[in-house]
Structures are given as C-alpha cells and as structure tokens.
C-alpha cells in the first residue's frame, strides 16, 4: 500500500546543532508540506512545495529548509537547533489538483 | 491571510451524547472546508469535508454544515463512542491554493 513515513519518530539534539527530518511517501503526489505541532497553536504550516526543485516558506519558516530533488522526499533541515523549535513535526502530501491531505506519522523533536 | 478560530478547544462529553465543534473563517474566497481527526500518537486524518456549494454533508455519524454568509461551519458527532476521543481540526483553503489555514484543535473527550 501507499504511504507516508517520517524518520526518526523521536529525536534528541542540543542547541546549534543541524537536524535533519525525513519525509517520504509513495503516493507519487506532487504537492508536500512540512507542519509543525504546538500546544495550543494547532498545525503551522513551515514549508511546502508544489513539485520537484520547487520550495516556498510557511506562516513559521525561519530556521527551517526543504529541497525537493525528486517525488517521494521532502527533508526538513533545522540549520542551528534551537530550543524554540522543540515540538512534533508533521509532513504531508496531496495530489495533483486535490485538497486532502495525508499526513505521516510525526517526528518529536526535542532541543535541550 | 486567513484566520480560523475554532471553539471549544477542549470538550467533554457521555457516551451516546452529541458533540458539536464550531469554526469560524475570515477570508470570504475560502471555498473547501476540511475536518482532520487525530488519535494520540498518530497524523491527522481527514474524516468529512464540504465545499462551499455545499450546505451540509453527512457520513454516517459525523456530519458538516456550512453558513457562507456568517463564515462559519460546524463538525457534529451523533450518538458518541469511546473512540472518538481525538484532537479534531478545521480548517479552511481557496481552491487551487491546496494549503489549508487550520483551526487550533479541539479535544474531545468521550466518557464511557
């Protein structure tokens, strides 16, 4: 079957460090999205991208990169962690042309 | 940019009771209206969905009504069980943008 996977499901850095999450799906969908989850802020949209070496920035992409060199992959690369960006991460994917999204699992951040 | 507000944030409920979740929007191009459902642990996951042709959509239990004048719609769950107990979120998009503007969430709490 189709899916959406995100690795680490849980990870542990230090502040300055580079941390990179992965986002792969199988549903050959043009359009991914990189959210982030916050108590009490819901889902914030970081980056997304609309097909292969295209990128563009979310309500909260300061720190945040994405590139896009093929289908299946979106990574999220947090140039210098920081404690602030301590939260869950969540990619997601839709198909050309339609508005559902299919989320992945989510990744737990943590930036000590 | 648009704003969605989604009310109540946390709600609690018996078994076999309904349980209404309402959403405000601000920007009057929104045309497609998502509900997300997300268990502990896991990803959104879209549950029912109305575009803005639409009044109101029904799949089973859960059902979705939409006033385009006043800008807001509502999720209702008749006859609750146990596992509805999530995190439930709107959200709204104008078509062809395919990135939803999401409510804060709403967690309901199902008593046995």
């Known amino acids: 079957d189709a899916e959406i996977t995100q690795s680490p499901r849980h990870k542990i850095t230090e502040t300055g460090r580079q941390v990179t999450l992965a986002c792969h799906q199988t549903w050959n969908h043009n359009n991914m999205f990189w959210y982030r989850q916050d108590l009490g802020h819901g889902l914030r949209l970081i980056h997304y991208?609309?097909?292969?070496?295209?990128?563009n920035k979310g309500e909260v992409s300061d720190g945040y990169s994405v590139s896009r060199s093929n289908t299946e992959d979106l990574p999220l690369t947090l140039e210098s962690a920081a404690s602030s960006q301590t939260s869950v991460y969540f990619c997601?994917?839709?198909?050309?042309?339609?508005?559902?999204?299919?989320f992945g699992p989510g990744t737990r951040l943590l930036v000590l | 940019g648009e704003n969605v507000e989604q009310h109540p944030s946390t709600l609690s409920v018996q078994e076999g009771d309904s349980a209404v979740i309402k959403c405000t929007y601000s920007d009057s191009a929104s045309n497609y209206f998502p509900w997300y459902k997300q268990e502990l642990g896991k990803g959104p996951q879209l549950i029912i969905d109305i575009r803005s042709n639409v009044g109101e959509k029904k799949d089973q239990r859960i059902a979705v009504t939409l006033n385009k004048t006043a800008k807001h719609f509502s999720l209702h769950i008749t006859e609750t069980q146990p596992e509805d107990s999530a995190v439930y979120f709107c959200?709204?998009?104008?078509?062809?943008?395919?990135?939803?503007?999401f409510g804060r969430g709403t967690s309901l709490i199902v008593h046995p």
């Open positions: 959200a709204a998009s104008r078509g062809g943008s395919y990135i939803p503007t």
């Open positions: 991208s609309y097909g292969v070496q295209d990128t």
């Open positions: 997601a994917s839709s198909d050309r042309g339609e508005e559902t999204q299919y």
